[in-house]
């Protein structure tokens, strides 16, 4: 049986357009269902009702996913995992089956002078426990994330601040 408070506050029927986030009117990023099962709290579980689950990229919007034919969504703080491209998520993953973070990525790069996937995998262990379609919040590979991390340490030369 479907949490009442989860249907409730993750159904917004009246303003679905197409791909596009119902809040922030973002397009979003096809994602399968299997990875929103994966991800969603416990208790917003059942709320996994449809097929065309989208993610919103935008990261100030707190829809995380959001399902095109029925207008459920589910927000930052119905998944279970920070996503790494919203304002202030914490850990910021860059390999969620690992759990190596984006600072974890930058010093691999600043300190020990890493410069490829290989080399920062090595140092870290991105990339060993490869279960993506469940675990990132994508449900893709982390490795553009992982890149991306790389390519940022290599660009400042210095470990990111922990403010």
């Not at 850990?91 to 973070?101: E, G, I, M």
Request: glycine letters at 6%; charged letters at 25%.
């Amino acid at each position: 049986m479907m949490a009442k408070s989860c249907w409730e506050c993750n159904t917004n029927k009246g303003n679905r357009i197409g791909g596009n986030c119902p809040d922030c009117n973002n397009q979003g990023v096809s994602v399968k269902r299997l990875t929103v099962e994966h991800l969603v709290t416990e208790n917003c579980r059942n709320a996994v009702v449809g097929d065309q689950y989208k993610i919103c990229m935008n990261e100030d919007c707190d829809v995380v996913y959001f399902d095109v034919d029925s207008g459920t969504r589910f927000l930052r703080d119905q998944v279970k995992v920070p996503i790494w491209f919203k304002k202030d998520a914490n850990p910021k993953y860059a390999c969620y089956c690992s759990k190596v973070t984006e600072e974890q990525v930058i010093e691999a790069v600043v300190k020990h002078g890493a410069k490829t996937i290989q080399e920062v995998n090595a140092l870290t262990g991105a990339m060993k426990n490869s279960n993506c379609k469940e675990n990132n919040p994508l449900g893709i590979c982390c490795h553009k994330i992982v890149q991306e991390a790389i390519d940022k340490g290599l660009r400042s030369g210095t470990l990111p601040s922990t403010e």
